[in-house]
């Protein structure tokens, strides 16, 4: 089985892809969609954010399992809807529970089967890496569909499926978000006297893997054991540590400005 994740600037967008999807045999168990722009507060629960916490927590989803329908504009595709609330993005509503794995929240489709198995299997194949991009494209009131294929004719189908409906490059998109961060990192980086331009590719590195979930909230120390099996030992220099504790700052600044 092979994930496939991609991010739409419209939600119409984003249904019309599911569509799509569909055509291609997928089945509402292999596909979702989320967004922020279309939620029902009263219908909120908040569930764990992280593959580290506590799994279990599809009791907490489940209230929300029905309470959200109709969340979404009445466009629910037939799909189980729920909204999440995520620190650091707000409410979420997702339309086919498979999609709560991509923001890590693995005990989500409790009772919920997918495919042969129940929440075991939601986080698998999901590029964790790419967390804080697709949480970033939902703040920015972007939709994300994700889409659970066959590895082989029914992938490649599916990829160009979501590439017909009007997805966004990740590559392009993940250059833009760093350009709205760059600025401020460049400032802070000259402050202590360094020089940004010859070390900004190993900034970048850690300041992004700060963001990856399985991070968040832990210290460059802490971590240490971690990103040596990740990166390559030349990696892990004194910019490398200094962007991942100012990665760290920024998802705490994040979280601080949207509550949940």
Not at 15 to 39: F, I, M, P, T
Not at 164 to 175: E, N, P, V, Y
Not at 187 to 207: A, T, V
Request: proline share 3%.
């Amino acid at each position: 089985m092979e994930v496939i994740t991609r991010v739409f600037e419209t939600y119409d967008q984003a249904v019309e892809a599911v569509k799509e999807l569909r055509s291609l045999g997928l089945g509402d168990n292999r596909l979702a969609l989320l967004s922020k722009g279309h939620q029902n507060e009263g219908s909120a629960s908040t569930v764990p954010v992280s593959d580290t916490e506590n799994p279990g927590m599809g009791t907490a989803m489940g209230a929300a399992v029905g309470g959200a329908m109709g969340a979404a504009g009445g466009a629910t595709l037939g799909l189980a809807a729920a909204t999440l609330l995520i620190p650091g993005v707000g409410p979420v509503i997702t339309l086919g529970l498979v999609g709560a794995a991509l923001l890590g929240v693995t005990g989500a489709a409790v009772g919920a089967k997918v495919g042969d198995t129940l929440e075991e299997e939601l986080g698998e194949g999901f590029s964790h890496e790419d967390v804080y991009l697709f949480e970033d494209a939902l703040r920015h009131g972007k939709s994300v569909v994700v889409a659970y294929a066959e590895e082989g004719e029914q992938a490649a189908k599916a990829r160009e499926a979501l590439s017909r409906a009007g997805s966004l490059d990740l590559d392009t998109m993940r250059d833009n978000w760093w350009a709205e961060v760059r600025a401020d990192e460049l400032d802070h980086y000259r402050s202590l006297g360094r020089d940004f331009q010859s070390d900004e590719p190993s900034y970048r590195k850690g300041f992004q893997a700060a963001l990856h979930p399985n991070r968040r909230g832990r210290s460059f120390a802490d971590c240490k054991s971690e990103l040596n099996d990740c990166f390559k030992p030349d990696d892990l220099n004194e910019a490398f540590e200094n962007g991942y504790d100012r990665g760290a700052t920024h998802h705490s600044k994040l979280s601080e400005t949207n509550k949940v």
